[in-house]
């Protein structure tokens, strides 16, 4: 043992473990899932050689890559059959994520989304060229793939990201006010002021998990999210009520209901108007809620 009582395989995973699990959500879009790469990544170094290990920050990322990229594959089946739409599990973040705006840039829920749109290849390249800046050669080595070929998946998944990422992103600032309307809008139950938020082709998405009800396809358009939000709020029974929060590095809101919390609303704001309202009630993607969650991309 060294000093302060840990050996150096230990202490080379302390120091980078936020690192680690900031790449495995970013890969994955899930916290439960980003805590198993983990301790698999664990499984996995203790087993090194630290003798032949130059750099241990780089290995501990490729280790956990390749990890992610493993139960990204096995998942994306299981999401096939999610009930329902399939959400980003939502991270209660603390301020410095907030201060750090690409990586809170990174990690919102419409760059999460737009994520899950790539295959898992493409994510785990995207992830570790565009968000944590990785050199070609390392990630080859992480995805099992030469450094041309991992040129031309970047080169791709660049270009399919960059159509559908917002055209330029909300300040904190605009998304604490955008959010303030919906709430006050919500809470009166004043239609009109619900509209004048939104924009006209908004979109909300929910999930629920087959456990709370959500909207099983995406919802379209400000008129029909008013109808059926105002709809559904009216048969509740319990009191509703809607606190700001941190999440994913943006301002959101947290729902309880009856004094319990049922929900997690994280949107997209262009032009001081909602464009993306994600709902995010399964109970399962709620336990990472309580305390902010610290992240780094360093």
Known sequence: MT???????????????????????????SAADAEDVLQETW??????????????????????????????RAVKRRREAYVGQWLPE?????????????????????MMLVLESLSPTERAVFVLREVFEVEYAEIAEAVGKSPDAVRQIAHRARRHV???????????????AALESFRRAVETGNPQDLLDVLAPDVVLLSDGGGVKRAA????????K????????????????????????????????????LDGVMAVRVEDARITGLYFVRNPEKLTHLVSGTPLTLR
């Open 90 to 110: 939502p991270l209660a973040t603390a301020p410095a994520v907030a201060e750090d705006v690409e990586l809170a840039e990174s990690m919102s829920m419409a």
């Open 162 to 176: 960059g159509a559908r990422r917002p055209r330029r992103t909300a300040s904190a600032r605009e998304t604490r």
């Open 43 to 72: 499984l996995r170094w203790v087993r090194v050689d630290l003798g032949q290990v130059g750099d241990r920050r780089a290995y501990l990322v490729r280790i956990t890559t390749r990890q992610a990229l493993n139960r990204l």
């Open 216 to 223: 099983l396809r995406p919802v379209v358009g400000a008129e």
């Open 225 to 260: 999210i008013v109808r059926y939000w105002l709809g559904g709020s009216a048969k509740v029974e319990e009191t509703i009520a809607w606190e700001p929060t941190e999440v994913n590095g943006s301002p959101a809101l947290a729902v309880y209901l009856g004094g319990a």
């Open 3 to 29: 000093e302060h009582g840990t050996d150096p395989a230990t202490r080379a995973f302390v120091d980078h473990r936020n690192l680690l699990f900031t790449v495995a959500y970013e890969i994955l879009g």
